[in-house]
């Protein structure tokens, strides 16, 4: 779990009532808005937000193994492919960009670098990214209040949920792509969980909203029981898939 203002990364054991600091709590971070287990290299991948870098974190050796791998980025979102490709979005220069595997410098624009606009060629303070096995980059767009669709290699996006007025977005955050392409998507300030079908010009709520105050992220486990960082509560709530 990114635990943002704690500045810090903690792992939590199922079933158990207390967390592990697993990265930061020391000064070390600022703000982490996003993590990701890199299984290989057994190593923790972290949007460190406020420090502008993204940071890889091992797990086995915590103190003396650390690496930046991206600096001078306002970092929030990242993704990575079966490739170990990673994905990040910027959201000071609205784009998202892709770093090949051990690839160093600055990175190939695959969603957005057009400037800050509501163009289907543009982005606006891009927040959560997913990415599919065929390379698709879906980007929540925050202050454009939609979710968009780029293909590998496209010139603009489409949009994708959202985007269609009083039965849209309200600052999308987290959100995942199942394999029919259907967007569940976190549409924060509603306080609710949407999915959106492909093709349709609006989604449905999944979670109650009254009991979610300012959400931010959302996982699935391979049960699909859901997984809601349920921010302004300090909290994060399972659903079982088998209850509801």
């Known amino acids: 779990?990114?635990?943002?203002?704690?500045?810090?990364?903690?792992?939590?054991?199922?079933?158990?009532?207390?967390?592990?600091?697993?990265?930061?709590?020391?000064?070390?971070?600022?703000?982490?808005?996003?993590?990701?287990?890199?299984?290989?290299?057994?190593?923790?991948?972290?949007?460190?937000?406020?420090?502008r870098r993204v940071i890889r974190w091992s797990l086995e050796n915590p103190q003396d193994d650390k690496e930046i791998l991206i600096s001078d980025i306002k970092c929030f979102g990242l993704a990575m492919n079966e490739n170990g490709d990673l994905f990040v979005s910027d959201i000071s220069k609205h784009e998202v960009k892709r770093w090949r595997k051990c690839e160093k410098g600055n990175g190939t624009i695959v969603a957005g670098g057009n400037g800050k606009g509501n163009k289907l060629n543009q982005l606006s303070s891009p927040t959560f990214i997913f990415v599919d096995r065929e390379d698709t980059v879906y980007v929540s767009d925050f202050l454009n209040h939609r979710v968009m669709k780029?293909?590998?290699?496209?010139?603009?996006?489409?949009?994708?949920?959202?985007?269609?007025?009083?039965?849209?977005?309200?600052?999308?955050?987290?959100?995942?792509?199942?394999?029919?392409?259907?967007?569940?998507?976190?549409?924060?300030?509603?306080?609710?969980?949407?999915c959106w079908p492909l093709g349709s010009k609006e989604g449905y709520d999944i979670v109650d909203r009254d009991i979610l105050n300012r959400c931010k992220d959302l996982s699935f486990d391979r049960e699909n029981n859901l997984y809601i960082a349920d921010c302004f509560n300090h909290r994060i709530l399972r659903f079982l898939v088998a209850e509801n």
């Open 150 to 194: 780029w293909m590998k290699d496209a010139k603009e996006g489409i949009v994708v949920a959202g985007g269609h007025g009083s039965n849209g977005l309200s600052y999308p955050t987290g959100l995942i792509v199942n394999e029919i392409a259907d967007v569940y998507v976190v549409d924060s300030w509603n306080n609710r969980i949407i």
């Open 1 to 51: 779990i990114a635990d943002y203002e704690n500045h810090r990364i903690v792992k939590w054991k199922f079933g158990e009532l207390s967390g592990q600091i697993v990265a930061g709590g020391d000064n070390q971070l600022s703000y982490p808005t996003d993590v990701i287990l890199d299984q290989n290299r057994k190593s923790l991948i972290i949007c460190d937000k406020d420090n």
